[in-house]
Structures are given as C-alpha cells and as structure tokens.
C-alpha cells in the first residue's frame, strides 16, 4: 500500500487514495471519493460520495467535505471549517444529490479555521479566507477575504503575506496585476 490510514478510520469501497496520502484517527472516505497523492486528512475527517481531492490538499480535524465539493491541488482547509452542499436544506424534504450545488475551491486556496463556504461559489486560485469568514458568493483569485459575510478585505501573495498597495510581495517579490476580478502574476 503506498499510503497511510489509521486503524480507526473506514474507507468504504470503490475510492481512490493516491501515492503518499496519509489518512489519521477516526476518518470516513466515502464511495466513489477520489484523493490524490501526498494529502493529509487531520482527525475526524469525513469525505463523501464521489468527492474529488487533488494533490498535496491538506484537510486539518474536523472537515466533512460533503458531496458537490470538489478541492483541486494544493487546497488548505483549516481545523473545523465547514462546507455546505444544499441551499435550503429539509428533513422531511430530502433532496438528494440532485438537490446538490456544486463548490469549486480552486489551485492553491487556503480556508482558515472555523470558516463556512456556503454552496454553489467557486474559492479563486490561491486565495485566502480568513478563519471564521462565511463566504456566500463567488471569491476572485488570490483575494483575501475576512469578515460575516465575506467581504474582500485585500489581497494575498501566493506565499500566504497580504499585498500593499503596490501588488508586490515584500517577502518573495512576486509581483501581481488586477485582470478579470482576480491578480494575475506579472
């Protein structure tokens, strides 16, 4: 086997787990769920049915990541961040996967502690949310993102400092320019 999963964790059949993944105490991958090579799933986590992770995802405690997310490589999902999958959710109304909205958090995006995505918005590349954020729209590329709900409070460099004015990092000097909503590496 060329991964890990703890003894206390289940893995129900019919899910691929890439080379170097490392699944810890007490975690639950659902069938059809797809995770890519050297991720890390913290304690407690819960993948659903057909749920696609990329590469290198760090998921920390805590984390369901329900059907209708999908997370593409390198994705951070801080320790008890909550994803959604329905809108208007029933009890007595079960919709079903059909019912699902689907959420896209793109390359390189991190979501901190204690965060809640609300279905149906797409994360931009290497963007950041800030821990207890609640995001309910759409979020551009590399925007930092903070506050009940969301609101883009600035901008982050793909190393993880916030950008001045100048859209150039002060640590690894990357430089940005604004296209499309989003920054765009020079």
């Known amino acids: 086997m060329s991964y890990f999963v703890h003894e206390s964790s289940y893995l129900d059949d019919n899910v691929s ?14 069938k059809g769920a797809q995770i890519g090579e050297k991720c ?29 997310i ?13 994803f959604t999958n329905d809108l208007t959710p029933r009890s007595k ?10 959420t896209l958090v793109k390359y390189g995006a ?14 931009g590349e290497w963007a950041m949310i800030a821990s207890g954020a609640v995001v309910t729209k759409d979020v551009p590329a590399y ?13 982050v460099c793909e190393c993880g400092v916030p950008l001045k004015d100048n859209l150039k990092c002060s640590e690894c000097k990357r430089e940005y ?7 765009k590496e020079k």
């Not at 787990?17 to 659902?30: A, P, Q, R």
């Not at 999908?70 to 909550?82: N, T």
């Open 70 to 82: 999908e997370l593409e490589d390198y994705v951070f999902c801080g320790p008890s961040m909550v």
């Open 17 to 30: 787990i890439g080379e170097g993944t490392k699944i810890w105490h007490f975690c639950h991958v659902h």
């Open 110 to 123: 991190s979501i901190g502690a204690n965060a809640t995505i609300v279905c149906g918005n797409t994360i």
């Open 93 to 102: 109304y079960p919709k079903g996967s059909a019912g699902y909205k689907r």
């Open 40 to 68: 890390s799933l913290g304690q407690n986590v819960n993948v659903s049915n057909n749920v696609k992770i990329g590469n290198g995802v760090k998921i920390q405690n805590n984390v369901s990541v329900y059907e209708g």
């Open 177 to 183: 320019a604004i296209e499309n909503n989003g920054l």
């Open 143 to 155: 925007a930092l993102m903070a506050g009940v709900p969301a609101k883009q409070i600035g901008w």
